[in-house]
């Protein structure tokens, strides 16, 4: 629907991708660990390597949890707008078919968060 | 020439309303009545007879003046008697005064956005009834925030975080939450603002704030914050009944305006009972002493109250709004899942939080057997171990926000509290992201408006969020130390836990010399 | 039928107000919270200028509720005599 406005109406996308130097965001969850709160924001090249967001980021963010030693990188479920959906880890995040303000999340089989409460 | 007075004849109080409230514009001949008006035809409200319009309390101008001023009065003897009694060393404990700290920072400049929507709005309606009913709520609005003002720095002079609300309510992150509310509802046209604001937020949501929470700061010993709570909400009580009025008036008018109003209604409370979320983890998690649990509350002012209204408005065709299915199922988890929040961007956020202690968290198994021992006391009493071994957890990791509320995306699955709830849509090749059906939905009833979204995350990430002249290229940058500069957020006493902060060591040394002569 | 309600401050202004609107409603429950005193009543409550001014002793104006109300639901209906909050349903 138009917004009802005594004339034409025309917003301004705040988050377009040019706004980023050179980044696009990318939104990374992890299912039954909600002692993040939510799912998290990042701002990474289209060229960086997947493996890298695993390998040098995503330790920093997560690694406060006692499960993310546990993680088996084999036998992770991963879901890109709720679809499953199989990474490349040695490809770029662009390769990977991640455009700006995609949502990724895994799931870690066997590890359900603190004594299993999903927390 | 004669003087004398004629026979008084003594009015009535209707008589009185009637004088005083009509008959008192013209319709203009220079300028076509819908150039002088220019706001009130275009978002499709259809108005037969102005004069309809009735303030069931039929209060004019010179009472209120009246009874405001005696108000005025009663408030500001008891902010001085607390100031002077040194008042702030009765609260039940230093912790409380973090909620005297987020009422300042989010609520109090609403208070102020109000009276300017409301003096807008004014002056927008071509029905004189109406216009006056909004002068007198746009004044309200500016003495509550006036209010508020004077009897909270009173607190400033001895705490942190109350230094700079005005500064931060612009720029910190949990406050976009509030500001986006507020802009959301004075952008619209003027009658989604008197439904938003009048009708959803005064009527249906306010009571939540001003009447349990405020009657639990009394119960923690804060008279200051029991007084201009009370006393901001005896002009809410009226405000509440010209939202009800407001909207039987609209509903009434022409057909056509029934569904316009059903649609602010689903928007406006969902709004509002997204931005209430801050006020269900002060009262479950931030007042030491409790009066009664957010689900209590919110089952006796939303859903038995709500009920009722909605109930009663059924006869002009409106029912309840859509969100109440889910706003049911949310209410034994909202206040932990929105303090949990706080707790990991305890960095970020200029008041302090902490994990409940073990008497508090009983007190939530009880209140919240459903929910509170197998989803949420893991979680608290894992961080309580680690900060007890030096480990405490800070979230250091910006969140993805919703578009619409700009909530961290913190909710979880209607039914599911093990899953995130996740929402997305895409608008002219960019994809929005929501926490919510009712969030996406609102967005894609007006993407325009929502696409021009300030989410503070994203801001961040675009560097605007740090002071002039800040390099983020050069070597060390620390772009979290550079954000809480840009807020005027003072690192390590206005932020992190409460445990260990200069507030809790001040507080205890001063309550300590309440009771001791000072030797020497 | 819904309940509508009415909540004073408590303190010696309303006292008298809340004794009146008991004595004037049998069917009205009173609560009391910190600060507070809310009446809840199924239908509807009348609140009468004549029963407040028995008790205080001279004149009061209706209008004065205003400086002790904190709350209230229901449509109101507003006289100089009488003050009435009820639902339609």
């Not at chain 2, 109350?162 to 003027?190: I, N, Q, T």
């Not at chain 2, 073990?358 to 057997?369: F, H, I, R, V």
């Not at chain 3, 008298?16 to 069917?27: Q, S």
Request: aromatic content about 14%.
């Amino acid at each position: 629907m138009a917004v009802s406005a005594i004339k034409e109406y025309k917003g301004e996308n705040k988050d377009r991708v040019e706004n980023f130097h050179g980044a696009q965001l990318l939104y990374i969850g992890w299912e039954d660990h909600l002692m993040f709160c939510a799912p998290f924001a990042f701002p990474f090249p289209p060229q960086m390597r997947f493996g890298d967001v695993i390998e040098k980021v995503l330790p920093g963010t997560y690694g406060y949890h006692p499960d993310w030693a546990r993680v088996d990188w084999s036998k992770v479920e991963w879901f890109k707008s709720g679809q499953p959906w199989t990474p490349n880890f040695n490809r770029s995040l662009a390769e990977n078919g991640l455009g700006h303000k995609d949502v990724i999340r895994f799931r870690t089989p066997g590890l359900a968060g603190i004594g299993g409460s999903c927390s | 020439m004669d003087m004398k007075a004629a026979p008084k004849h003594k009015m009535g109080l209707k008589e009185r309303y009637a004088a005083m409230t009509r008959g008192l514009d013209w319709e203009t001949s220079y300028q076509p009545m819908d150039k002088v008006y220019p706001f009130d035809k275009y978002e499709g409200i259809v108005i037969h007879d102005w004069d309809k319009w009735q303030d069931p309390f039929r209060l004019t101008m010179d009472a209120y003046w009246k009874y405001q001023a005696e108000k005025e009065r009663k408030l500001y003897a008891i902010i001085d008697a607390y100031a002077q009694n040194n008042g702030h060393l009765n609260v039940t404990d230093a912790r409380y005064i973090n909620t005297v700290k987020l009422f300042l920072q989010g609520v109090t400049p609403l208070e102020y956005m109000a009276h300017r929507g409301f003096a807008h709005v004014g002056r927008a309606l071509r029905g004189p009834g109406p216009r006056i009913a909004c002068q007198m709520q746009a004044l309200d609005e500016l003495r509550h925030a006036q209010t508020q003002v004077h009897a909270m720095s009173n607190y400033n002079r001895y705490y942190n975080g109350l230094h700079d609300w005005r500064h931060m309510y612009e720029r910190v992150w949990y406050l976009s939450v509030p500001k986006s509310f507020f802009e959301d509802a004075v952008s619209a046209g003027p009658f989604e603002f008197l439904v938003a604001v009048g009708f959803s937020f005064e009527y249906v949501l306010t009571n939540l704030l001003f009447v349990p929470f405020v009657s639990g700061a009394a119960y923690n010993g804060d008279m200051n914050t029991m007084t201009f709570g009370f006393s901001a909400q005896s002009d809410e009580a009226r405000h509440m009944t010209l939202g009800l009025e407001c909207i039987k008036f609209l509903l009434e008018q022409d057909p056509a305006n029934v569904p316009i109003v059903q649609r602010w209604l689903d928007k406006w409370c969902w709004r509002g009972v997204r931005l209430l979320s801050l006020v269900a983890m002060m009262m479950d998690y931030m007042l030491p002493k409790r009066v009664m649990s957010w689900k209590e509350a919110w089952e006796m002012y939303f859903e038995e109250a709500g009920g009722a209204l909605f109930k009663d408005l059924a006869r002009y065709g409106i029912r309840e709004p859509k969100c109440m299915q889910q706003v049911r199922l949310e209410k034994d988890h909202l206040s932990h899942q929105v303090w949990t929040t706080f707790y990991n961007y305890g960095a970020a956020a200029a008041f302090h939080t902490w994990i409940p202690d073990a008497d508090e968290m009983d007190w939530l198994s009880q209140k919240y057997p459903e929910s509170f021992d197998k989803y949420y006391r893991p979680r608290m009493e894992y961080w309580r171990e680690q900060a007890a071994l030096g480990n405490r957890y800070y979230n250091k990791t910006l969140p993805m926000l919703c578009q619409t509320c700009q909530i961290p995306m913190l909710f979880t699955e209607p039914g599911d509290p093990t899953k995130i709830c996740y929402r997305e849509t895409s608008y002219l090749g960019d994809k929005f992201h929501f926490c919510s059906d009712h969030c996406k939905e609102i967005f894609e009833y007006e993407p325009e408006k929502y696409i021009q979204a300030w989410l503070p995350v994203h801001q961040i990430y675009q560097g605007n969020c740090f002071e002039p002249g800040t390099d983020p290229t050069a070597p060390g940058f620390d772009p979290l130390a550079a954000v809480l500069q840009h807020y005027h957020l003072n690192f390590g006493r206005d932020n992190l836990d409460f445990e260990g902060s200069e507030d809790q060591r001040n507080f205890a040394a001063w309550k300590g010399a309440v009771t001791r002569n000072q030797v020497g | 039928m819904s309940n509508v309600f009415l909540i004073l401050q408590a303190n010696e202004d309303a006292r008298p107000i809340v004794e009146a609107v008991m004595a004037d409603n049998p069917h009205a429950r009173v609560s009391e919270s910190p600060a507070m005193v809310k009446i809840d009543a199924e239908g509807h409550l009348t609140v009468r200028r004549d029963s407040i001014s028995e008790r205080i002793g001279h004149a009061f104006d209706l209008q004065e509720l205003h400086l002790n109300l904190i709350s209230l639901s229901g449509h109101i209906d507003e006289t100089d005599d009488e003050f009435t909050l009820s639902w339609n349903s």
